[in-house]
C-alpha cells in the first residue's frame, strides 16, 4: 500500500527553523519527483518547492526561495523540507506528494498540484509569537 506521511510541523516562532519529513511507504522513492504544497485556511494549494529523481534539480516558490531547501534521501526512502526564517505567512497544512510521471524525466519537478497523483495527510505548520 502506497503511503506517505509527513512529520516535523509544530508551532515556531517568527525567524525560527523547522525541518519536515516525508516518509514512504509501499514503494521506493527514489524513482519519483517529489512536491512539497501548502494550504492556508481560506487559501488555495500552493506548490512550495519540488526535487527531481535523479536530485539534480529543485524548484522553489518565489515566496520561498533562499529559506527553505528541499532535498531527499533515497536511502531512507524520505524526503525532507528544511524551513529557515519562517514568517507568520508560512503558516499552514504543509504536504507532501510524489510524481511517478515527472519522476520519469529525472531531471524535472513541477510545483502545480496536479503533477502528483499520490499524497500524505499533511503537518501542521504554525509560526507565531
Keep these: 500500500q502506497v503511503q506517505l506521511v509527513e512529520s516535523g510541523g509544530g508551532l515556531e516562532q517568527p525567524g525560527g527553523s523547522l525541518r519536515l519529513s516525508c516518509a514512504a511507504s509501499g514503494f521506493t522513492l527514489e524513482s519519483y519527483a517529489i512536491g512539497w504544497f501548502r494550504q ?60 511517478w510521471n515527472w519522476g520519469a524525466m529525472k531531471s524535472m519537478c513541477v510545483l502545480a498540484s496536479s503533477g502528483y497523483a499520490d499524497w500524505g495527510q499533511g503537518t501542521q505548520v504554525t509560526v507565531s509569537s
Aim: charged share 25%; glycine share 6%.
Design 40 to 99: 492556508a485556511p481560506g487559501k488555495e494549494r500552493e506548490g512550495v518547492a519540488c526535487i527531481s529523481s535523479s536530485d539534480a534539480n529543485t524548484y522553489y516558490a518565489d515566496s520561498v526561495k533562499g529559506r527553505f531547501t528541499v532535498s531527499r534521501d533515497n536511502s531512507k526512502n524520505v524526503g525532507y523540507l528544511q524551513m529557515n526564517s519562517l514568517k507568520p505567512e508560512d503558516t499552514a497544512l504543509y504536504y507532501c506528494a510524489t510524481s
